[in-house]
């Protein structure tokens, strides 16, 4: 392996949406799995903005207001804290678009589906920082064409961002973290396999029930996000501290 498992330990951390449900952010998907009558894989598409962009921009402009009615929770400031406290090589990827990790202190993180607090042009490519609601009239500021910005989300259909940087993290981690994950949408779901493969020495998730991946992980902790991953933050510092 590489230097970093001669030296402190590297540890990566990934989570999903049950960490953020935790902090009462609405997850916009019925028990029936639709949305105003749409499923959401028919407002989070390339096709869906092409066809219907007046009610994509509205879900995520929705989706952008829930944002500013909650704050984050235990479980957000725990992994803020282990990235502060962290000797080795620390990295923090998520699968939720929301900014609670940010607010909470963190800081080595990647966004795998998009960032709902920024928006980009489909024309020019150019990207910027938007909190507020995004029309389908609003021009982009770079080239000034109207009808081509949209939320810096990865829709149905799109790659994942970052994936280079995170296989090479995954590759190197002797600390595998999964917390409040479906264990159901790739590429997120095998990155324990991959972690594991490459001489990851613990392998841990953190979810409320079982999930579809929990068979490759070692160790588990069942309960919400909020309680169970400070205590865990908690032990595996105490673990890694000098003696």
């Not at 479980?75 to 406290?85: F, G």
């Not at 973290?177 to 001489?199: D, N």
Request: with cysteine; glycine share 8%; charged share 25%.
């Amino acid at each position: 392996m590489t230097a970093s498992r001669s030296g402190p330990p590297s540890l990566v951390v990934l989570t999903g949406a049950g960490i953020s449900v935790e902090s009462g952010l609405p997850t916009f998907r019925g028990a029936d799995g639709l949305w105003e009558g749409y499923r959401l894989e028919e407002v989070a598409s390339p096709q869906a903005f092409r066809r219907m962009p007046e009610k994509v921009q509205r879900f995520y402009n929705l989706r952008r207001a829930a944002l500013k009615t909650v704050i984050p929770n235990a479980a957000h400031a725990a992994l803020a804290n282990l990235e502060r406290e962290w000797p080795g090589e620390f990295l923090l990827i998520t699968q939720n678009v929301d900014d609670l990790h940010e607010r909470a202190g963190s800081r080595k993180l990647l966004h795998l589906h998009g960032e709902l607090l920024k928006v980009r042009c489909e024309g020019c490519g150019a990207g910027k920082s938007w909190a507020n609601d995004l029309e389908i009239t609003t021009p982009c500021p770079a080239c000034h064409v109207s009808g081509r910005m949209r939320p810096d989300i990865v829709w149905f259909g799109e790659m994942p961002f970052h994936m280079d940087e995170i296989m090479e993290a995954l590759t190197r981690t002797d600390i595998f973290l999964c917390i409040g994950t479906s264990g159901v949408v790739y590429p997120a779901a095998g990155f324990v396999e991959t972690a594991a493969k490459h001489g990851a020495r613990r392998c841990i998730e953190v979810n409320v029930e079982k999930t579809a991946i929990s068979p490759f992980f070692k160790e588990q902790r069942i309960g919400p996000a909020a309680v169970e991953v400070p205590k865990l933050v908690e032990q595996i510092l105490n673990q890694t501290a000098p003696r």
